[in-house]
């Protein structure tokens, strides 16, 4: 039986006094793959850093792997909506992902750290791109490199801000692909508001919109999604199989 990854217990956040998160129950087990979905505004990424311990909820608990989440910070990658760089920096793939095995001021890099992003350039296949600049790179390359550089420490959990917003819909196939290899290594949580691609690929979601209406498997979802977008399910799910939703 797998352990429990993440989990969060009567968990309220509130933005100058308006609730952002209200009462948040929610518990994702190790190597689920989990999409967090719901409108833009919902209160995804504020949960998401409220996971990472960015953010300290108003009231509630968070446990990572049963400890708080700024002492297991080392335990998870995390992949931000939009990734600061300058294109114009002289640096390669390699000391990209490099730079994810971070020790400290003034101190270097050793053996251990070069054979991690060798690896981890394996795992998103792109080895063979290692001496490239990085702003050589097309936009699903240059997410694949920072998805390396998010798992380079070889993270138990990695946590991914609408990761598809740079990449081009023929590349999403590849990257989601790319994903259901990492899942046998660690748990992955997605965040989107991009219903009807993500419910296609992930194996549970979090419905969210400040509450939430539903967590769980793909195929029991109907009845949370209904409810969170306040339309028929037709509508929330236009493009996809019937084989992924059913009613029940």
């Not at 949960?47 to 968070?62: E, H, Q, T």
């Not at 000391?95 to 070069?114: A, P």
């Not at 795992?123 to 998010?150: H, P």
């Amino acid at each position: 039986m797998n352990s429990k990854a993440i989990e969060l217990k009567n968990v309220n956040i509130k933005y100058n006094e308006n609730p952002v998160l209200k009462d948040i129950n929610l518990t994702i087990e190790e190597n689920d793959f989990m999409a967090i979905i719901g409108p833009n505004g919902g209160g995804k990424s504020t949960l998401a850093k409220i996971i990472l311990g960015i953010l300290k909820p108003d009231s509630g608990k968070v446990l990572i792997f049963g400890r708080k989440p700024e002492d297991t910070r080392q335990l998870m990658g995390y992949l931000p909506q939009k990734v600061s760089f300058y294109h114009d920096f002289p640096i390669n793939v390699f000391q990209t992902v490099l730079s994810g095995r971070y020790h400290g001021l003034f101190k270097g890099h050793n053996k251990d750290d070069h054979i991690a992003v060798i690896k981890a350039l394996k795992d998103v296949d792109m080895l063979e791109f290692k001496d490239w600049q990085i702003n050589r790179l097309s936009g699903g390359q240059m997410q694949r490199v920072f998805i390396a550089r998010a798992i380079v420490r070889e993270p138990k959990i990695l946590l991914m801000d609408e990761p598809m917003a740079s990449i081009d819909p023929e590349m999403q196939n590849a990257f989601y692909s790319l994903l259901s290899k990492l899942k046998n290594e660690m748990t992955i949580i997605l965040v989107s508001h991009d219903v009807g691609t993500v419910l296609t690929q992930v194996d549970k979601i979090a419905c969210l919109n400040s509450t939430l209406y539903f967590h769980g498997p793909v195929e029991e979802a109907a009845d949370g999604l209904e409810e969170l977008y306040k339309c028929p399910l037709e509508l929330v799910t236009h493009g996809i199989p019937h084989r992924v939703l059913k009613k029940h």
